[in-house]
C-alpha cells in the first residue's frame, strides 16, 4: 500500500474503506467527507439487528500516516481494534495497537458514529489505576462544503479552548462577560505572525504581570471586534496615566481540561445587512455526543478581506451547557489571593 496523503480510495471489498483526515492523528476533527459511508450505515444496521458482521474503516491523517479500527460485531456487541501506522521508506509501520469492546456505541442524528471503550495501559495504569479509555468519533453523513470552509476561517482558529467568544451569550449592544484578555491571546499570532510574548512566569508560584500599550492592545481587539475604545477600557484593566492595560497571562491556576469539543458549522444565512449567521454544533467525543451544545454566531466579512464577530449566542440547550471543562480567568482578587500581593 502506497501514501495515499490526502486521496479519496475506496475499495469495494466488502469490508474495507478509507476515510480522509485533515487533522493529523485527532481523525474526530473531520474535515473531510467519508468515502462509502454506506458500509459504515450498513455496519451499524447489523449491529442494530444483532446481525454478524465486520468492517475495517482507514482514516488517512495529514501527517502521512493512518488509523485502522477493524470492527467486529455479533449479537449486538462490537469489538474494536484500533491501530496507529505511520510510513517509513514506502512502507506502512505500526506504531501502536490497541482491542477493547464498545462499552458505548452510536450513530447519531448528527451523522456521527460514536464509540468508547477502555483498554490496559501500563503507563496509563502507573498513573490512574485504571484502563485507559478511548473515545472516537467519525463524521459518517457528507457536510455541505461551505460549512466547512466558514468553520475552518471563522471558528477553528479561535476554538473553544482557553476563551469564551462561543460559550456565552454576547452582541455588540452587550459584551456581556466576554474576556478580551483571551481573545487578545487568540488574535495576537494571528495579526503579528508570532506567539504572544506575554508569557507566564517560570515559577509556578509567581504571578506574571505586564503592561501592554494601548494602541498594541487596542489593535488586536478591533481586528475581529466592533468596540468602543472607551468601552474596551471599561471592561478590561486600562491604566490612563501611562496608557496601558494591565495584563496577567493565564497560569498554572488556570489551566483547563486537555480534551475539549470542537466547532462544526453545521448551516448558515446571509442576511440582508451582509452578515452570516452560522449555526454551529459543538461536537464532543470526550462525553459522547456530536451536539454538546448548539449556538449561533453572527459574523461581519469586510471589505478588506477580514472580518468582525457581531455576536453568539448559545440556542441549545435550554439553559445553556455545563463547560465543566473550560477555566475563566481568575479575577483581580482572585489573582491577589493566589500569588499574594497588590503588585
Known sequence: MKNMGKQKLFIAAGVLLFIVSGCGKKVEENQIDMVGSEQVLRFC???????????????????????????????????????????????????????????????????YLLFEGSYYSESYYVLSLSD??????????????????????????????GNNLFLTDWSEQDFGNLDFYDLFDRFYPDIYEQPVPFT???????????????????????????????????????????????????GFYEVEYPDI??????????????????????????ENTSRAYTHKTVVRPLDDGGFQYVSNQVIFPEGGCELWWHSDRLTEDQWKKVYGGDD
Open 45 to 111: 444496521r447489523s449491529v442494530e439487528e444483532a446481525q454478524d458482521d465486520k468492517l475495517t474503516i482507514i482514516a488517512v491523517t495529514s501527517s502521512g500516516g493512518f488509523i485502522k479500527y477493524d470492527l467486529l460485531t455479533a449479537e449486538g456487541a462490537v469489538n474494536v481494534t484500533r491501530g496507529y501506522y505511520q510510513y517509513s521508506n514506502g512502507i506502512p509501520k505500526n506504531l501502536s495497537t490497541v482491542s477493547y469492546p464498545a462499552e458505548s456505541w452510536e450513530y447519531t442524528e448528527e451523522g
Open 261 to 286: 469539543p470542537y466547532p462544526e458549522v453545521v448551516s448558515y444565512t446571509e442576511n440582508d445587512d451582509g452578515t452570516l449567521a452560522l449555526t454551529v454544533n459543538a461536537v464532543y467525543p470526550e
Open 200 to 250: 507566564p512566569d517560570d515559577d509556578l508560584d509567581a504571578g506574571a504581570f505586564y503592561r501592554i500599550p494601548a494602541d498594541v492592545f487596542e489593535h488586536v481587539i478591533e481586528r475581529h471586534l466592533q468596540i468602543d475604545y472607551e468601552e474596551l477600557q471599561r471592561k478590561a484593566a486600562y491604566i490612563p496615566e501611562d496608557q496601558t492595560y494591565e495584563y496577567r497571562p493565564r
Open 132 to 161: 485507559e479509555p478511548e473515545h472516537t468519533a467519525l463524521r459518517i453523513e457528507p457536510l455541505d462544503e461551505t460549512c466547512r470552509e466558514l468553520n475552518r476561517r471563522y471558528l477553528l482558529p479561535v476554538g473553544y479552548g
